[in-house]
């Protein structure tokens, strides 16, 4: 295969930041600059759906997952917010009747929101404040919000539940966090999706990369939403890297988080056959998103059903474990990607 | 004397408060109201002259030492801020290089910061936001902003320091507490001042009280910038009430903090008679502000000059050293007012 270059990944939250963390960690073994790092330029194109603005400061949960897991600063239980944290901050918020029950944010992660905040409200784009956090944490690729326009993941209930009346739309945090997923959902909304448009970069990242990779995100409120900001499906149909997926569903539930509850509401069997079947073969009339797929051994029988649809598929351990495991499945990704 | 019913005091921060919490202590025990607290009601004029924002936040200094010392939370050490506090928010502030090194603001302290800020934008105005942050500490006195514009208290430099040019305006917190009041000053600006009204209530608390007290806070940037507002200082010369007012400086240097350096800008002699004779005697032709003034027993010598000028003066422990002692100054406070 000709020199790799340039990689573009389409992350969420956790499952998109391990991930990336496994391919930077491959990249600078098998490619490296001589300094520690890699000569391939990754950019992370981050889902900004579940964005929101609590106690007045704008939180990005992927972008800040994404930031402090290639920075150093996660907390490896959780997955997501900062190692080491404490909620003096919000025990304050909830004694003046202010806070969510079902959010907290941690004191360490309040001091990004609050910089964030003041950078947006003194006229920073989201990519302009992103590009200043990240000067602090130094990830070893580019963080791109997928929009600098606010787009608002709802989720429109299926029954009543507390204040919200059956049919209500709520943010898809309060969804996710509060309810866990467990309430009946019938469709999810994103709001302000028509007004936005790809972040200064997105669209240049999928056409110029060699390898496009959808990671083992939520295929419907986080990749599926940066594909829906307009421009982004289309640029990754059109691109001419090789596009490959790596499957979120291992043995038929979702390897971490409720995807399964978000592919129910648009239809989409919980199986790693389903959700590649769901993103589709580019070059074919059903004019999909992916040349490969990459699917856990557990479900190696999905290989030839994928394959008949145009799908170039694998079967590969995909438990993200630790960094060595998860470099070795984006290892596989990328030798997909070129079979 | 008549019964007491409405006391109003004008406040600035940590002296103006630990003034305020012995005159309730007093009140409670000279005038019961049989439930704990007492029938006297008395209501604070918070000097918002040296509010800030800072990192998006709304800071509040002298409303937040004043509520946080009646409701109980007060660092009694420091005399502002937060018991128990720490700075992890500060930390990671700084990290992504946004702080002052000079001013950090303590994580419980944010959480009043966060929840003021939230509520202004929601478009409640400040003496909104001080009643709803009232609502948990429960001062036993009505706290009221002096204005609900922004009103800055800004100095003159005298001489070139850091970044700041000879002669340039800056933040008077900035002068105060990243320079403790060591660089030279020429003038206080108070920027806004002009546009400024006095915050619903204040004007009528003045007009309607039977007792106006100025306590022991600073008499050029706390009580003097509150009677800059446009109408305070006519109130306070046409109330009915009986003005007395305490001496901040004691053997020639402030109690507490550095008003001399204060007093020095605006050429007044740091002493419990230059300050008694700044503020100057109630109808008489100078038209001046009070009829009473406390000095610090050692400063007994001031009596019969303050005399001569019209002011009923008398010499009394001024050392608000706890609660007890200070309930003991307000009282003779009181008395000195109906003498």
């Known amino acids: 295969m000709s020199e790799l270059q340039r990689v573009t990944v389409l992350a969420g939250g956790v499952g998109g930041a391990r991930f990336t963390r496994g391919l930077l960690a491959h990249l600078e073994d098998a490619y490296p600059d001589g300094t520690g790092g890699s000569r391939v330029a990754v950019t992370v194109v981050v889902n900004t759906g579940d964005d929101m603005t609590l106690n007045g400061l704008r939180v990005c949960p992927d972008l800040d ?102 049919g209500a739309l709520i943010h898809f945090e309060e969804w996710w966090v509060r309810y866990r997923a467990h309430v009946p959902a019938t469709e999810f909304v994103q709001r302000g999706l028509e007004q936005a448009t790809a972040a200064p970069g997105v669209i240049e990242a999928i056409l110029d990369a060699d390898v496009v990779i959808l990671p083992p995100s939520n295929p419907v409120v986080s990749v599926g939403t940066i594909l829906n900001v307009p421009g982004i499906r289309d640029a990754v149909r059109q691109t001419a890297a090789h596009v490959v997926g790596v499957s979120p569903i291992i043995g038929g539930a979702a390897v971490r988080g409720m995807a399964d509850a978000c592919l129910t509401v648009i239809g989409v069997e919980t199986s790693a056959q389903g959700v590649g079947l769901h993103y589709g073969a580019r070059r074919t009339k059903s004019a999909g998103l992916i040349d490969g797929w990459l699917v856990d051994e557990t479900d190696a029988d999905a290989v030839p059903h994928l394959a008949e649809a145009g799908i170039r598929a694998r079967a590969v351990p995909l438990w993200m474990r630790d960094v060595p495991a998860t470099a070795r499945m984006a290892a596989d990704a990328l030798e997909l990607a070129f079979e």
Request: aromatic share 8%; with cysteine; proline share 4%.
């Open 65 to 166: 997952t994404v930031m402090y897991t290639l920075g150093g600063g996660i907390s490896e239980e959780q997955g997501w917010g900062r190692d080491d944290e404490s909620r003096r901050v919000s025990g304050e918020i909830a004694a003046y009747g202010r806070g969510w029950d079902w959010f907290t944010l941690g004191d360490l992660d309040l001091g990004t929101h609050i910089v964030r905040t003041e950078l947006l409200r003194d006229g920073a784009t989201l990519s302009e404040a992103t590009e200043y956090l990240c000067r602090r944490w130094k990830p070893a690729a580019r963080l791109l919000p997928m929009s600098d326009q606010p787009v608002e993941t709802q989720v429109r209930v299926g029954e009543a539940v507390d204040e919200h009346p059956a």
